[in-house]
């Protein structure tokens, strides 16, 4: 799925920012139906949203949860709440913060930039995302 996509360098070539890499993955992965124009949305979360914060990669899974999981809007029912809840805590508890500047200072390199922090946020993204389709049919 998605994690496949950046383990083999998607978005690299096109120089898309961590967040553009979940967004732009996760639309040809689950066929998210999302327009270029849609997309461009996820341009201003990367880097932690220019500002070090909150991880792009993650801010842009739950753009993903979203699409996936809610038919209008957040207050619908409590389902995006406890998947954004599960995504951060995983991660944190994977990666050790959920917060760009720290990721970066643990995970960067200057060769692979910030693709292990991108390729787990994939991961639970995936996971996640399994888990709840398989609850949802079964």
Do not use: W
């Not at 341009?43 to 993903?64: H, P, R, W, Y």
């Not at 508890?93 to 910030?114: V, W």
């Amino acid at each position: 799925m998605l994690t496949n996509l950046i383990k083999n360098g998607f978005g690299e070539k096109e120089e898309l920012n961590c967040a553009e890499k979940i967004l732009y993955g996760a639309n040809i992965a689950y066929d998210l139906g999302l327009d270029k124009e849609a997309l461009k949305l996820a341009a201003g979360f990367g880097g932690g949203m220019a500002i070090e914060d909150k991880c792009g990669a993650l801010t842009a899974s739950i753009m993903v949860l979203g699409k996936l999981f809610i038919k209008e809007r957040a207050h619908e029912s409590e389902k995006i709440k406890k998947l954004t809840q599960k995504l951060f805590e995983e991660y944190r508890k994977e990666m050790g913060h959920i917060d760009c500047a720290p990721l970066k200072k643990m995970h960067r390199t200057e060769e692979l930039k910030c693709r292990n922090v991108i390729l787990k946020a994939a991961e639970i993204l995936d996971r996640i995302i399994a888990e709840e389709k398989e609850v949802e049919c079964c």
